[in-house]
């Protein structure tokens, strides 16, 4: 793993940005794995001012996002979908047919989960996959207890994901309980890994993810088996090893 600690969140997003925008110019018709929350919204918003400036174009690029709740329409202001085209799709050239979210009202949930392995499968690996981490070390919707073999799949998301993401929502009740996530599998397929942390609420989760063993109930902790991880916080962290 490769652990870069920034000044502040200003400079994360920089950095965050800087390497997709590389990505996008190296390969024009990049996949992007894609992550919703509060932390990558700097990122989007350099992607945004990239764009504008004529510094890089989604023409051709396609995206595929790790998570969406279950039981809330793309139209809800809360959906995951509704997030990325407010924060990046609506602002940038990327055609809106080449991004993928699941679908979190299908019929079949057992069948939509599959479909997106499928798609996956068909348009990916991610050339480059961002992520956050959850106060618990989830990653994507991928809770504490996860397999590492874990396919796309429905999770009911723990109390503490739940209270986490009630700031976006009217009150805790309205938070969904469950959510159609892409599972561990899918995101160790990505050829590059970026996650990012913001805040020193999240420095624990990244020091067991960092420097902690590979363990299901950090699901993070994962990521120490892939092959091009790079992490950006934007505090030091603690607990160093030498």
Not at 220 to 230: E, G, Y
């Amino acid at each position: 793993m490769k652990l870069i600690e920034t000044k502040n969140y200003d400079e994360l997003s920089r950095v965050a940005a800087d390497m997709l925008i590389s990505e996008i110019k190296a390969k024009p018709n990049c996949v992007l794995g894609l992550a919703t929350g509060s932390t990558p919204i700097g990122t989007y918003d350099k992607l945004i001012e990239a764009y504008k400036s004529n510094e890089v174009s989604f023409a051709k690029v396609k995206s595929i996002n790790l998570d969406e709740y279950v039981g809330i329409s793309w139209s809800n202001t809360e959906s995951y979908r509704y997030f990325m085209n407010e924060h990046l799709f609506d602002h940038v050239d990327i055609d809106k047919t080449n991004t993928h979210v699941p679908n979190g009202l299908a019929g079949d949930l057992d069948e939509e989960c599959a479909r997106y392995d499928a798609l996956y499968d068909r348009i990916g690996p991610a050339d480059i996959q961002v992520l956050g981490i959850g106060l618990n070390g989830h990653i994507g919707f991928n809770e504490p207890g996860s397999s590492l073999s874990a396919p796309t799949h429905i999770v009911k998301l723990s109390d503490s994901t739940r209270q986490a993401n009630s700031r976006n929502f009217t009150s805790l009740d309205a938070v969904p309980y469950k959510a159609i996530t892409l599972g561990m599998a899918g995101i160790m397929k990505a050829k590059k890994i970026v996650l990012l942390a913001s805040g020193p609420a999240k420095r624990d989760a990244i020091e067991k993810t960092v420097f902690g063993e590979v363990d299901p109930h950090v699901p993070a902790s994962f990521l120490q088996l892939h092959p091009d991880v790079t992490i950006i916080c934007d505090f030091a962290l603690t607990n160093k090893k030498e």
